[in-house]
């Protein structure tokens, strides 16, 4: 086959692929029995995997609505105790419908890049039921909104024990260097920890990094 008709072909195969993708994305938040390591709540959120290089996964997710808020720090164990409370008060009731809302997995937050002496914004964000992903409750406190975030292709790493500054800044730093040894294009202005355990879970616990693809994935032939 003459090289400019197989490039082709596979032009026309990804684009229908990354279609499909967006055809099919809707709110994915779902039984947790789906997910191997999800098993502290009853809802998780969903993926589609799309390949895996090395131990790194591409996922396919779509876009869902979360409960959030944000807090400046320099660090992010400070931010999160804060913000920590905001979120458990709005799914405890301190909403328009006053609800009881389930906690579900995982737990998110965006991590900005910068030096440990710098302040700056953290946000975490609490995953909203499925029941609720079209109509969420409203909060009635100030400092929490509900975010949407858009459907999207990561680059995700697992680590295990706790999240800390240190271990999620270390965690994106091995990713950040497995994807440049591939050629792998990822936004560098937005990135993902996060954490599927309760503070109270002692061992095996499960993490993660993301960050946002860039064009094409990079994926085994």
Aim: charged share 20%.
């Amino acid at each position: 086959m003459p090289r400019t008709r197989h490039s082709t072909i596979m032009i026309v195969l990804s684009a229908l692929l990354g279609l499909l993708l967006v055809l099919t994305a809707e709110a994915r938040v779902g039984d947790s029995s789906q997910l191997q390591f999800c098993t502290e709540t009853k809802e998780c959120l969903l993926f589609d995997p799309i390949c895996q290089i090395d131990d790194v996964e591409v996922r396919n997710y779509s876009s869902v609505k979360w409960a959030s808020t944000s807090d400046s720090s320099m660090l992010m164990e400070f931010a999160a105790m804060k913000m920590f409370r905001r979120l458990f008060d709005y799914i405890g009731g301190s909403n328009d419908q006053e609800v009881v809302i389930d906690m579900t997995s995982p737990v998110l937050m965006t991590m900005p890049e910068k030096s440990w002496w710098q302040t700056a914004v953290f946000t975490m964000s609490f995953l909203l039921p499925d029941m609720y992903q079209e109509s969420p409750p409203t909060p009635t406190k100030g400092g929490v909104n509900i975010l949407e975030t858009p459907h999207m292709r990561v680059y995700v790493l697992t680590y295990s024990g706790w999240m800390t500054t240190y271990s999620i800044n270390n965690a994106f730093d091995k990713l950040s260097k497995k994807l440049d040894a591939v050629g792998a294009r990822y936004k560098t202005d937005t990135r993902y920890a996060a954490g599927y355990n309760s503070p109270m879970t002692m061992n095996d616990r499960h993490n993660e990094v993301m960050l946002v693809v860039e064009g094409e994935p990079v994926c085994p032939n």
